[in-house]
Every structure is written in C-alpha cells, then in structure tokens.
C-alpha cells in the first residue's frame, strides 16, 4: 500500500511570512496527525483529527497554527506568522482508528527552516 | 504533562556488539512502543508491547514492557552497520485519545 505522502519535502521561509505543508494519508485511515520534531527531540504531537473532526489539539499553538482535514482524507497545517523557533520537521501520521495502538504510519515529513 | 526519559541519549559500538535502551516515565502507559527514525526519514515502528512483562522479538530486536507499566527496554543484539539511527521510544496512553508521547531518542551509531 502506499505510504503517507508529505509536501514539500524542504521549505526556507523567513521570520513573519506564512507557510502550509500538505498531507495525504494511506487510503482508508480515519485518523491522521500533526506532530513536530524539534532537532535533537522526539515528535511532539500538534493535532489529531478523527475524520474531519478535532479530536485534540491541545498543544497546538492557535495563535499562529491552523490545520483543517476537509472531507476527512487530505489534511492542511498552516503556520502565519512564522516565528524562529518554529524551525522543525512537520511530521504526518495516520492509523486506522484512534485505538490502533502500534497501527501509526508515518510519512518522510516537512523540514521547515524559518530565518 | 507525561514525560519520557530515555537512556542513553547516544551509543557509540562496534559492529557484533548488543546494544540496550530503555524508557521510564512518570505515569503508566497501556503501550509501549518502539520506533527508528532514519535521516530524512519518519519513524518507522519496530515493535509494539501491549501487556505489562510482555517480552517480544523481532528479529534481532527484543523490547519489554516493565511490570510497573512505566519503563521499556529495547536490546539490539548482534549490531549491524544498518542499525545506526535514532531510536525512539513512544507511550501510548489509552485515557488521552491514545496519543503518543515519545522519548528524546537514543542517536546509535555502529563502527563497522
């Protein structure tokens, strides 16, 4: 089956300007994730949705960070402004339910360097 | 919030030598889990423990699930070339949406 597909692979943006990176998880996952692994750190989840719904993001900074699932496949996560500590890598993840336990796939990620 | 602390943070070995990690944590967790991550890469699951004192193999890999419920153990044995990467290991935590809290990673490099 295929994997979970990311994009871009690399992003450069500068202090202050906007960003959106692009998910597309393996065909039939109701549940997807946002996580962000600061270098040097383990993946630190963001979001979860179940379908199109939110089903947490409480470490989701909503000041700055927003992320939809429309239509319960593809998934969006946008960062405006973008400040330097965002610098990370945005990893997506799906599993096909909330309870898969060990089920989570992950894709290769988004390397956003913010200068 | 749950915090995983993971040991050793690096490993520098020679290739035929076994290897240990582990995981400990200041709440239970109902899974344990056991991830590589190599560059540029997603991590990748390598095994997954559902069961207080479960003891599972993959291969040359075996994980344990401690009997507090609080502390995970992963042995490499016999280290090949191919093993270098990050390791990581995750808690699964079936009252909070059974999201993932992962360790910081053990960086294991393996001189041929």
């Known amino acids: 089956e295929a994997g979970v597909a990311q994009s871009p692979r690399y992003k450069i943006i500068e202090k202050r300007q906007s960003v959106a990176f692009w998910c597309n998880p393996i065909s039939g996952h109701a549940t997807l994730y946002w996580y962000q692994q600061i270098l040097g750190q383990g993946p630190k989840l963001l979001i979860q949705?179940?379908?199109?719904?939110?089903?947490?993001d409480s470490q989701l900074p909503k000041d700055r960070f927003s992320a939809e699932r429309l239509k319960g496949v593809d998934s969006t996560l946008k960062i405006q402004p973008a400040k330097l500590e965002d610098s990370a890598v945005y990893l997506c993840?799906?599993?096909?339910?909330?309870?898969?336990?060990?089920?989570?796939?992950f894709g290769s990620g988004t390397r956003l360097t913010v200068v | 919030g749950q915090q995983l602390n993971q040991s050793p943070q690096s490993m520098f070995i020679q290739e035929g030598e076994d290897v240990s990690m582990n995981c400990t944590s200041s709440?239970?967790?109902?899974?344990w889990l056991w991830y590589k991550q190599d560059p540029g890469e997603g991590p990748v699951l390598l095994i997954a423990?559902?069961?207080?004192?479960e003891l599972t193999s993959n291969g040359r890999l075996t994980a344990q699930f401690g009997t507090t419920r609080k502390d995970s153990f992963l042995n490499i044995s016999a280290s090949i070339p191919s093993d270098v990467g990050i390791y990581f290991c995750a808690g699964q935590d079936g009252g909070s949406n059974y999201k993932l809290t992962f360790g910081k990673g053990t960086l294991l490099t393996v001189n041929p």
């Open positions: 949705f179940q379908n199109n719904g939110v089903v947490d």
């Open positions: 993840a799906s599993s096909l339910d909330t309870a898969s336990g060990g089920g989570y796939t």
């Open positions: 709440s239970i967790f109902n899974t």
């Open positions: 423990l559902y069961k207080a004192g």
